[in-house]
């Protein structure tokens, strides 16, 4: 009590911690607490941000004819990239894909920009060059 009132101890809590009374929150005491104390728009901004950092569950398909090292995943900046030019020039990804030389139906590009799926290297290959022929 003589530390909290001399203010060694900043504050009531912590000297209930200090004296073994009350334990620590964890983090997920602490992200409950923040959550609850947000506003709407907070809430769904953090939703977005959550559900672009959790990997996707659908579990990608293994082709035993093929080596593990055969896809490329798109990094978060390419994909940022490409969806950025795509909106602007309100194009569709089987456009980017006929722009590149590949079939329009091809459904890769879609896959790895919305489920993370892997793309072959040409395609990653083909992608960063029309980025950089396609950025402001």
């Not at 530390?3 to 992200?31: M, N, Y």
């Not at 390419?78 to 722009?99: F, P, Y």
Request: aromatic residues 6%.
């Amino acid at each position: 009590m003589a530390d909290l009132e001399s203010g060694k101890i900043a504050s009531p809590a912590e000297a209930f911690r200090v004296a073994g009374l009350k334990r620590p929150r964890t983090r997920l005491q602490e992200l409950k607490n923040s959550w609850s104390k947000a506003s709407v728009a907070e809430q769904r901004e953090f939703l977005g941000w959550l559900r672009a950092t959790i990997p996707s569950h659908t579990p990608t398909p293994v082709s035993r004819s093929a080596p593990a090292t055969a896809g490329v995943a798109l990094s978060d900046a390419m994909k940022r990239d490409i969806l950025r030019i795509m909106a602007g020039r309100a194009i569709t990804s089987g456009q980017v894909m006929k722009e590149i030389g590949f079939k329009a139906l091809n459904p890769s590009l879609g896959l790895a920009l919305h489920r993370g799926t892997k793309i072959e290297p040409k395609l990653a290959a083909a992608l960063s060059k029309w980025i950089f022929e396609n950025v402001d």
